[in-house]
């Protein structure tokens, strides 16, 4: 695996793999890695015939800065993890690198910043869009993965590469999940044994709503379910909504459809975590 911090370096890899006519699969990701940003790793070997993975904790995404000081590094241990998993190259700029100085420009998704996590994490989302263009910009992936845990930052990525006519596709992985059910997350080691036996609360909160609205039973009662699991809990729910996965906006009546996902978010102490989980899959 060659690791570079350097735009002209990878460039130039880049631009001789594709003359070879080699294809480029991209897996951005903020490091402290685990299985499911391994699972990325694996679908784009699976696809393209060179993998590049980058690890950039990007600031402009981190609406709260102590956040962004307590978001976990293991570059070390990551190096090692994407050495072993078939990641060709590792792209690891450092600040100066990305934006020196630069922090002018900004995205505004529409609706799609405003609700669930745009509504908790204001600016989140821009951030997400210039860093993300920025490295497409820089790798010029034919594939780009990214997971369905953050389904809404799918789907604001779909819209970028559509709108701006990035010539890439992007491709989707599922959840990867522990054993009991907590979707697999850089923040949960930031949770200790205890912490991470009441985070489960969030997958099995997905659970029973997933089950009530498949007896039929209504979109209200579901959100009732979700909240009472709550009361009395260590955990602290943000929202629980019930969406289409297209454009995010609430499911009232029509809920039983194949779009459909239920998405939660909430906190174990100052440890923040999403999920979500399709009605009709995982
Ligand atoms: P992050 O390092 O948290 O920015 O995540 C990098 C990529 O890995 C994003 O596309 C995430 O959606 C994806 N990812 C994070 N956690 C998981 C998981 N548990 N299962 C699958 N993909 C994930």
Redo the contacts with the bound molecule.
Sequence with gaps: MVTTGSIAEIQALITQFKSEGKKIGF???????????L??VSAAREKADIVVCSIYVNPTQFNNQDDLKKYPRNIDTDKSLLGKNGCDILFLPSDEVMYAGRNTISFDFGDLNKLMEGRYRPGHFSGVGLIVSKLFNIVLPNYA??????LQ??TIIKKLVEELFFNLDVIT?????EPHGL????RNERLNQKEREEANIFYNALIEAKSILTKGESVSEANEKVKALFEDHKAQLEYFEIVSDHDLLPKTKNYLEPDTVLCIAGFIGDVRLIDNMYLYGN
């Excluded at 993965?145 to 953050?150: C, E, N, P, T, V």
């Design positions: 897996v951005p990701t903020m490091g402290a890695l685990h299985e499911g940003h699972s990325l993965f990214f997971g369905q845990k953050d930052q799918l992985v599922p959840i990867k999940r979707a697999m997350s850089s």
